[in-house]
């Protein structure tokens, strides 16, 4: 099956930059759209950023336009979230997740990763 790993989270301040690794092992790693989520504390998970398995199409939530780029490399087998200029509210621990179906961005995940914190300070 599908593992993944996350791994690159810290704390920084506002303003820094962060860049968060998503690394998969198994044979079909390279089958899946590819997703990152974040979830702070009394928080629903949304949502950040997808990435389709050649990686041609990719989606940003509004909040993160413009500042998250997503990236794969998949000869590494690994996703990437390149986050900038980072403020208080991307607080949260982020995810990366494997998308099933056809849909873009995907609707259902089949495989998730243990989560990577981010603590972004003012």
């Known amino acids: 099956q599908v593992q993944l790993v996350e791994s690159g989270g810290g704390s920084v301040q506002a303003g820094n930059s962060l860049r968060l690794s998503c690394a998969a092992s198994?044979?079909?790693?390279?089958?899946?759209?590819m997703s990152w989520f974040r979830q702070a504390p009394g928080k629903e998970r949304e949502l950040v950023a997808a990435?389709?398995?050649?990686?041609?199409?990719?989606y940003y939530a509004g909040a993160v336009k413009g500042r998250f780029t997503i990236a794969r490399d998949n000869a590494k087998s690994t996703v990437y979230l390149q986050m900038n200029s980072l403020k208080p509210e991307d607080t949260a621990t982020y995810f990366c997740?494997?998308?099933?179906?056809?849909?873009?961005?995907?609707?259902?995940?089949?495989?998730w990763g243990q989560g990577t914190q981010v603590t972004v300070s003012s």
């Open positions: 990435i389709t398995v050649n990686g041609r199409s990719t």
């Open positions: 198994g044979r079909t790693d390279n089958t899946y759209d």
């Open positions: 997740a494997a998308g099933t179906g056809r849909i873009f961005p995907p609707r259902d995940y089949e495989y």
